[in-house]
């Protein structure tokens, strides 16, 4: 049987067995989807080690996309401008392939949540590897304009430089921002700590689009912030990783999962719904 797994640390908790079993139970194709935890010096070895056994493709996460990106033959030009990758494919001709799928399972995900994203203007909070990973995706979209916001300006500016080729994107201080925003983005890991990246109450409107990469159980941190001060519309990390695991299993197996029925159960099996 055709073998695909995460490589991740700590990855015990990732939901990528889950949501592959369902895709592939839904496509009929027949697969097995594991998890790997090496240690963080041990992640090359362990790759090379799960092609050379016959592995198919894998999933990576945290900390090792920016590693895995060095490891592959060649590289997706979404993957080149993310600089991460977080999917990889032995091709028939034996080739490591290394993809990013998390930029269009965000654009995806906000699709499905019906949100418009050509001309309007769209604030990213955060500048690391999340950001990096969304910004092209978001430019293909055409917003009218698109700014980072980050605690670290001079990563903002480093990102807004690097990407300027593909649309309007400029950098601010969270003290230049100034609205209105249709969505804004929360990328940074701050609701990890359970803090929120220091963003003007001001800014948010009952007709903003809030999004937070991050999820849990119950809201996040940025995403109860939002509602206290009016957003009607906030949407978590949930369908994104859905989105982003669909995309993957699209460019291992040539067939598209749906997502709708694949979120509601990992909402019901993580006690969201
Ligand atoms: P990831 O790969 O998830 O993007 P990362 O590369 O470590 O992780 O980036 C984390 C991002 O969250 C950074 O933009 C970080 O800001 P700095 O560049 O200033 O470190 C941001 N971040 C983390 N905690 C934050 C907080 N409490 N408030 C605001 N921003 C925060």
Redesign the pocket.
């Known amino acids: 049987m055709d073998r695909y797994l995460v490589f991740g640390h700590p990855v015990r908790h990732s939901k990528s067995p889950f949501i592959h079993t369902l895709f592939a139970r839904q496509t009929q194709q027949e697969l097995e989807y594991g998890l790997a935890e090496p240690a963080v010096d041990e992640f090359a070895q362990a790759l090379r080690t799960f092609f050379d056994q016959g592995g198919k493709g894998c999933n990576v996460t945290v900390p090792f996309k920016e590693q895995a990106f060095t490891l592959v033959d060649c590289l997706s030009p979404r993957a080149k401008r993310a600089g991460a990758v977080n999917t990889i494919k032995l091709t028939d001709d034996g080739v490591l392939l290394g993809d990013n799928t998390d930029g269009a399972g965000l654009v995806a995900d906000l699709k499905s949540h019906g949100v418009t994203l050509a001309d309007s203007r769209i604030l990213l909070l955060?500048?690391?590897?999340?950001?990096r990973g969304a910004l092209a995706p978001l430019l293909a979209e055409l917003p009218s304009e698109l700014v980072i916001a980050?605690?670290?300006h001079t990563?903002a500016q480093q990102l807004a430089a690097e990407f300027h080729d593909l649309g309007p994107v400029i950098a601010q201080t969270y003290e230049q921002l100034a609205g209105p925003f249709d969505l804004v983005i929360n990328?940074?890991?701050?609701s990890l700590?359970g803090?929120l990246?220091?963003l003007a109450p001001a800014l948010i409107h009952t007709d903003i689009a809030i999004y937070d990469m991050m999820y849990g159980a119950s809201d996040t941190a940025f995403i109860s912030w939002a509602k206290q001060h009016g957003a009607r519309q906030t949407m978590d990390g949930l369908g994104m990783l859905v989105e982003q695991a669909a995309e993957a299993f699209t460019v291992w197996r040539g067939i598209r999962p749906g997502t709708k029925q694949v979120l509601r159960e990992l909402k019901r099996n993580l006690g969201v719904i």
């Open positions: 955060g500048a690391g590897g999340a950001a980050n605690r670290t990563k990328s940074t890991s701050a700590q803090e990246p220091p």
